[in-house]
């Protein structure tokens, strides 16, 4: 079962041990960071009871062989609490420690976090114990051990809220002058200034870690991976090729421009639909006729609603809030094609954003109680962890769902960027449609764990051949 994860953050001023209160939560800090690590992060991950100190070493040896660059020492302290260094040759000395946390706070914030997952799903919560995790640096090697602990923790299930918590609050938090004191740079309840301008001027440290994360940040048009033409002095869309941290197959896009475009809106406006449900229902019945074909019991769907933001002075902020629904394990794979059948339907009859939004919430809320889905994060709170979410490379993230910036209008709403992402245990994959310049962009990306080339083709062909026949007139339906 997937467990949810309480992440607190906190910043540290040079010499202090007082308490800060971040996120309702009172954090002793020790000041024992050094002038060489700008950053220093803090939070507390809730752990799935039946994970064990062995399951964790094995998954640091399993890096420690993949990258010749990671040296790992797993030890005890002198408080006789489990602790993990790892050494990384782009930063010096320990880049992460991890120490088992087995104090009073811990026990409150294991009741707290109980009550919160219990007053979000109608479920009880399994019992959880907490690791402290205390982070620093900017290596590559550590994002990969994160995301490398994060799965075996989950079961596979990976999703980047944490992640965007992490880089909310790095963001956040203290940064250099060039007198070599430390400030803090915001506060976490403002959003922060996720672009690479913002972290620049924080510090060179801040600007790196931003990048080594670029790849679980988003896709295409996401503020942290544009980069500025020079020529046209429009923002391009890049394709991030993560493949330092996992090799990835690469990713299947299909763009529609200028008239394929205007007649996929003239087709859905036929159906008494939007563009954005019609390209759901169509990626809806593409994976279904996949997994129809695969006949495997063990995949599994993660799906993420539209979010709609409107931005101001190049911030995001959030309209609407996302949701975030995994199938059961237990879920029968006829039913499951039925469900696939009954959102598509559903997508194609909504005609605006806040309806779509509000009408699938629904839904998941209503298969939530019914306990044929597994809610993991319903409705957290807008903040830029919100839109920090991604359906890039793994993310099991898978993560998916994310809205994009459209800097020539800067009170309009944003194009809405919808993640879908189809599962196997311990891999996955994503489907992406997002908007930009008027060009739309329809991207799957897979890892090497996922699917085979042969999938991943046979995936994106079917919805381009459905797609085809939409814009065609052959058929009044994308359902299959």
């Known amino acids: 079962m997937v467990e949810e994860s309480r992440v607190m953050g906190s910043g540290l001023e040079r010499g202090s041990s007082r308490p ?40 640091i040896e399993s890096v420690s062989r993949s990258d010749p660059r990671v040296t790992a020492l797993l030890a005890r302290g002198p408080d006789r609490r489990a602790r993990l260094e790892v050494s990384d040759s782009t930063v010096s ?89 430390l400030r ?38 996401d503020p942290l991976v544009r980069h500025r ?13 993560n493949s330092s941290l996992w090799p990835i197959h690469g990713a299947q896009v299909l763009e529609l421009r200028g008239p394929q475009l205007r007649s996929l809106k003239i087709a859905a406006a036929k159906m008494g639909s939007n563009l954005n449900g019609l390209l759901m229902a169509a990626i809806f019945c593409s994976i279904r006729q996949f997994w129809e074909q695969a006949g495997s019991r063990n995949h599994r769907i993660c799906f993420c609603i539209p979010v709609s933001l409107r931005s101001r002075r190049g911030r995001l902020r959030p309209v609407n809030s996302i949701s975030y629904v995994f199938l059961r394990r237990s879920t029968r794979r006829a039913e499951s094609l039925s469900e696939l059948a009954q959102w598509a339907t559903q997508s194609l009859a909504l005609k605006s954003t806040s309806e779509m939004a509000q009408v699938m919430t629904n839904v998941f809320e209503l298969m939530a109680r019914s306990r044929v889905l597994l809610p993991l994060v319903t ?56 908007e930009l310049d008027g060009n739309l962009t329809i991207s799957g990306v897979f890892d090497t764990l996922s699917l085979a080339p042969a999938d991943c083709e046979a995936v994106m062909n079917h919805l381009r051949h459905r797609l085809a026949e939409v814009v065609a007139g052959s058929t009044n339906d994308v359902l299959p």
Request: proline residues 5%; hydrophobic residues 35%.
């Open 184 to 221: 803090r740079q915001a506060s976490l309840d403002e959003p922060a200034d996720l672009s690479e301008d913002a972290a620049r001027a924080s510090s060179p440290g801040l600007l790196a870690y931003v990048k080594t994360l670029s790849p679980f940040l988003g896709n295409s048009s």
């Open 379 to 434: 409705r957290f709170p807008g903040s830029m962890s919100t839109v920090i979410v991604s359906n890039v490379g793994n993310i099991n993230q898978a993560i998916h769902g994310s809205a994009k910036l459209r800097p020539s209008k800067a009170e309009s709403p944003v194009s809405i960027y919808t993640g879908i992402t189809y599962l196997r245990p311990g891999s996955q994959a994503g489907f992406g449609i997002s």
């Open 20 to 59: 800060l209160k971040l996120n309702g939560v009172e954090q002793y800090m020790h000041a024992d960071h050094r002038r060489d690590y700008p950053i220093f992060y803090y939070h507390v991950v809730a752990l799935k009871a039946s994970f064990s100190r062995q399951q964790l070493e094995a998954v």
């Open 229 to 241: 033409n020079a020529k046209a002095g429009q923002w391009q869309s890049v394709l991030i090729d």
């Open 93 to 181: 000395g320990p880049s992460l420690d991890w120490v088992e946390s087995d104090d009073p706070q811990s026990e409150s914030q294991s009741e707290s976090a109980r009550q919160f997952w219990e007053s979000r799903h109608c479920l009880p919560r399994p019992a959880v114990r907490f690791l402290a995790i205390r982070t620093r640096g900017n290596g590559a090697v550590v994002t990969r051990l994160f995301v490398e602990v994060y799965h075996a923790l989950f079961d596979g299930l990976f999703t980047l809220q944490y992640m965007g918590e992490i880089i909310r609050g790095v963001l956040s938090c203290s940064s250099s002058d060039q007198d070599g004191s």
